[in-house]
C-alpha cells in the first residue's frame, strides 16, 4: 500500500547522488521485539531468570520511537552515525516484577557504513546501547533520570544494525526514505533499585521518514 501510495504521488527513486554530499534523514516508525532472556540482579535477593515479551508502543506514552541519521557520501559510499531509539515495555512480568520499561530509550547509538547499489541504500553499524529505565522490582522502584551518570541515560552495552533503504525522490534535494532494520544488542548493565538487568534484545524495525542532501 506505502508503495502504490508513493507511485501515485508521482515520486521517483533516487538512484543517484552527488560525488560529495552529505544526507541527513529522520524517520518513524515501529519495531517488532522478538522474546529473549531477561535475567534481573537485586542485591539481596535471588536471581529473577525469565523469557521476556515487549511491546514497543511507538506513539507513545512519553517520548516516541525515532531515528535519525547523518552520512557523509563519496561516490556509491557513505561513512554515518545513526540513532535507532527503540522502546521496550514488558509485557508478560513475572510475580517480582511489578513494572519494567525502557521508554525513554532503548537506544542504538550506531557508526557504521553505507552501500548504494541497484536503487537500494544498504547499511551496516555497531555501537553502544543507551538506556534509560523505568522499573518497579520486589517493590523497589526506579524512575527515569534526566542525564548521563546521575540515574538517568546509561550505557549499559553494544549492539549492531544492518539495514536496506529505499528512497523517493520528492524534489532535486529532498526525498521520502523507506527502509527496514534487523538489529541485536547485548545489554548486560541496566540498572533498576539495588541491582541491575541483562536485557538482551532482537528486533525488526520499519521506517519511513524524510531525508535531505547538502
Known amino acids: 500500500m506505502v508503495w502504490i501510495l508513493f507511485a501515485l504521488l508521482g515520486l521517483t527513486v533516487v538512484r543517484s547522488s552527488p560525488a560529495q554530499s552529505i544526507s541527513v534523514e529522520i524517520m518513524g516508525g515501529t519495531a517488532i521485539n522478538f522474546p529473549t532472556p531477561l535475567i534481573v540482579h537485586q542485591s539481596g535477593y535471588p536471581n529473577i531468570d525469565t523469557k521476556a515479551h515487549y511491546d514497543t508502543k511507538p506513539l507513545g506514552p512519553e517520548f516516541p520511537y525515532y531515528v535519525w541519521r547523518i552520512s557523509r557520501w563519496s561516490g556509491d559510499g557513505a561513512w554515518?552515525?545513526?540513532?535507532?531509539?527503540?522502546?521496550?515495555?514488558?509485557?508478560?512480568?513475572p510475580p517480582e516484577i511489578q513494572y519494567f520499561a525502557i521508554h525513554y530509550g532503548y537506544s542504538y547509538l550506531l557508526l557504521?557504513?553505507?552501500?548504494?547499489?541497484?536503487?537500494?541504500?544498504?547499511?551496516?553499524?555497531?555501537?553502544?546501547?543507551?538506556?534509560?529505565?523505568?522499573?518497579?522490582?520486589r517493590n523497589q522502584k526506579r524512575t527515569v533520570g534526566d542525564w548521563f551518570f546521575d540515574g538517568g541515560y546509561y550505557i549499559s552495552g553494544v549492539g549492531l544494525g544492518v539495514a536496506a533503504e529505499r528512497d523517493f525522490r520528492i524534489s532535486k534535494k529532498t526525498y521520502a526514505a523507506l527502509e527496514v532494520q534487523f538489529t541485536a544488542a547485548s545489554a548486560w548493565d541496566v540498572p533498576i533499585a539495588n541491582g541491575y538487568a541483562e536485557v538482551p534484545n532482537l528486533a525488526l524495525h520499519f521506517h519511513i521518514g524524510l531525508g535531505h542532501n547538502f
Not at 81 to 91: A, D, G, I, K, W
Request: aromatic share 10%; charged share 15%; glycine share 10%.
Open 80 to 93: 554515518e552515525l545513526s540513532q535507532v531509539h527503540n522502546r521496550l515495555f514488558l509485557t508478560n512480568p
Open 112 to 137: 557504521g557504513h553505507a552501500w548504494r547499489r541497484n536503487g537500494w541504500i544498504y547499511h551496516l553499524g555497531i555501537g553502544p546501547i543507551i538506556t534509560n529505565p523505568e522499573t518497579e522490582v
